[in-house]
């Protein structure tokens, strides 16, 4: 019998360990709860109406349908025996493993504060994205319709907390919908009245960068209409705004539109993980590997990607990116097939290929070689263009999302600016006009 | 004050109106619950994961942005007061109007039998559209985990009740990716296996054809492994299956997925406007229009598409298709320019420019001049392609949809079969092994 390989989750590190076990002697199974891999750099894009799902979707069956040693299962694991060396799945039965990779990466963090997710969401499903983007599109909506100018205020401001990378993203993206995208769309409201909060726990934006990207990256922020709010710290979200404590006092700040990008912990599996085989995790749920990725004492599970923490040579954790993701799964799937041949394994090694992060159009700010050589503005965004259009899984998507960044750049159009799902009981009746000033309205 | 011209319903009707009328001395008002325009001809290729919903949906401001006399509402009308002249809308003041039209459109019909929606959702938003998507794919992906062959079966058994054109393309496409998309996706089952089954009432398919253009629909279906039962009647539905009634007696047909093609009402508006102004509706509540699309009686009220019924010069209803609603449209914005010049209007005259239907790669029927024209196969798929591409609203998602269905006809993949939505709530507990059944599993 070949020897039995189950991956947990079809990210970037399980992807990336499956189709590096092509060909190998193996018997590979891929669990997701999702039929799809989802391309995470761009999910902000499908957020802010420029993408449309399916353009960061791909059905993990058709990337994997030619790979004969390979099978995937759509099934959400429950537990784990490490000792039979199974997992449960919650609508099959369970499943035997010679070697696991535990790949569940992130979910959204709220310190603590669970209730916050319903009134800010995160961004890290397509239907989190999907209702974003509901979110912000039906603010300006609602800003059309409303008469009273406090509340419209309200519905014109948008607060994104956290600046780091997607933050940024998020914000300097609804900065073009407001100053471009919906110029001239609306005949009551004047989108540009928008105001668009970036808030941050620490002194400068992107501060995993450089500071001198940092500074370039505000600047850019400032002439799409973001105002970068430093070092101010979120202590309460509810339906109607925020409140942000910083050195000036406590403040509330009205905002109908709260989005969260301040910070992501493991995905649950991980905890049952550490239940089950005394492995230990950090405050954020992620496990703490050995040198070779692998739970201490346990060469036959390996946790990669952001469901790990992983200590670098410089003593510090590996950045929760996808590069990290994709070497460790490739490394996971090299060390099988050495074990499989009895030769000896390496220590994995992250290899830095340096860092991009975008602001808006013609900007970004990338910086290489531990910082040693960096720059920003029109090559930096280029070049972001160009790595993020190469790492998509297929040639389809890279032609369409390749047109539609076409379109929306000549056009400054955004095709998907779709309001789909449930507006009815999403949004809607909470914030309609209530019944009786309706019956007010009608009755006058 | 200009003339007030409100048009209710953003679809084909409305959207064509509002189009026609740039430049007219009028206050235009769209008002529609979504804010996109929806091309409900290519539907089905959403539902069957072959495009993105933002390859068929417009943002209606996108649309109308540039049309300095229009104004788009995101609102529901709940009803009218024809003698003050104003619409009231769920969230917004009422509006008022000096010629109101109404596009509203149609819903799913399930004759009497509104419990039947739950289990076999019809075809009509972009929501249930995806939701299709979610239940035909993950009846594959059930299938797949499914150890008992009885239940494996029903799982991999669809039913399609109605087989005019949108139940004949539903039914092609689903043949299509049971015999080629999915072929080489699966380890434990083989899609090709899998029972299309297409019910209909009448005694063959695509009635509204010339006969020997269904017989060539029907053996295109038969190459995709779909099977047509006619004459037979459905007699219930529920989570397991149909079942039915037909000169052979009574059956039931275990199946997890059905869909629903056999029959649109009036969408719900009509009812109210036919309280408030005495305007007679038929059985699928669509109102009983006079020569010039108005209530009778009411010149400044239109109802055109399908949410009115129109008696053409052979004494019979107008088809509820597209070109009709188009043709009103149009016809409403040009009668609407006469009578503010004073001039006379001509009754409306429908143009019946021919049908096609589409019933999977390289396979259509079409028929001309009323039937005195008509061919099937290859070139009738082409003319079809070329007729919906042409219709598409944007330059851009002509070409985005264009490059997908040149990939899907080159590898038949379907890049957008992504099953989203709340996987958890809509199939998966109920449909899942039950808890005891999990616990016996594990427990052995």
Request: glycine share 8%.
């Amino acid at each position: 019998m070949a020897h039995r390989v189950v991956i947990i989750g079809g990210g970037f590190g399980g992807l990336y360990a499956a189709r590096a076990l092509r060909g190998a002697d193996v018997e590979l199974t891929l669990v997701d709860r999702r039929n799809f891999h989802l391309f995470q750099p761009l999910l902000y894009q499908v957020a802010t109406g420029e993408l449309s799902p399916a353009d960061v979707a791909f059905p993990l069956r058709a990337v994997l349908s030619s790979q004969r040693n390979a099978r995937v299962l759509l099934s959400e694991v429950t537990d784990i025996d490490p000792v039979s060396r199974e997992i449960f799945l919650d609508d099959a039965p369970p499943l035997g493993y010679d070697t696991l990779i535990v790949a569940t990466g992130a979910k959204n963090h709220y310190f603590g504060n669970d209730q916050w997710a319903e009134y800010a969401p995160g961004l890290k499903s397509l239907e989190e994205a999907t209702r974003i983007r509901h979110r912000i599109l039906y603010a300006f909506e609602a800003a059309e319709k409303e008469p009273d100018a406090d509340k419209r205020r309200a519905w014109l401001t948008f607060v994104v907390v956290g600046a780091g990378p997607t933050g940024v993203e998020l914000a300097g993206a609804l900065g073009e919908i407001a100053n471009d995208t919906l110029r001239c769309d609306f005949r009551s409201i004047n989108p540009e009245e928008s105001r668009i909060l970036l808030l941050d726990g620490s002194d400068r934006v992107l501060s995993p960068f450089l500071p001198t990207l940092s500074n370039s990256a505000e600047k850019s922020l400032i002439k799409l209409g973001v105002r970068a709010m430093l070092n101010v710290k979120v202590t309460g979200v509810d339906r109607y705004g925020v409140r942000v404590n910083s050195a000036a006092g406590e403040a509330r700040i009205e905002a109908r539109t709260v989005l969260w990008a301040a910070g992501v912990s493991a995905a649950d599996f991980t905890r049952t993980l550490s239940n089950r085989t005394g492995a230990e995790i950090d405050r954020g749920g992620r496990v703490k590997v050995d040198a070779f990725c692998n739970v201490p004492g346990r060469p036959e599970i390996f946790v990669i990607g952001d469901a790990c923490v992983f200590i670098g040579p410089d003593g510090k954790p590996l950045p929760g990116v996808a590069p990290t993701a994709m070497q460790q799964g490739a490394y996971a799937a090299k060390a099988i097939r050495k074990r499989l041949k009895g030769e000896a394994i390496e220590p994995f090694r992250y290899l830095d290929k340096g860092s991009l992060a975008v602001i808006g159009r013609a900007s970004a700010v990338a910086q290489f070689f531990e910082g040693k050589f960096h720059f920003s503005g029109l090559f930096a965004w280029l070049l972001w263009l160009f790595v993020h259009l190469m790492y998509l899984v297929t040639f389809q998507n890279r032609l369409i999302v390749f047109i539609r960044w076409g379109f929306n750049y000549t056009t400054m159009n955004r095709g998907a600016r779709l309001i789909t799902g449930a507006i009815d009981k999403d949004v809607k009746p909470e914030d309609a006009i209530s019944t009786e000033e309706h019956a007010e309205v009608r009755s006058t």
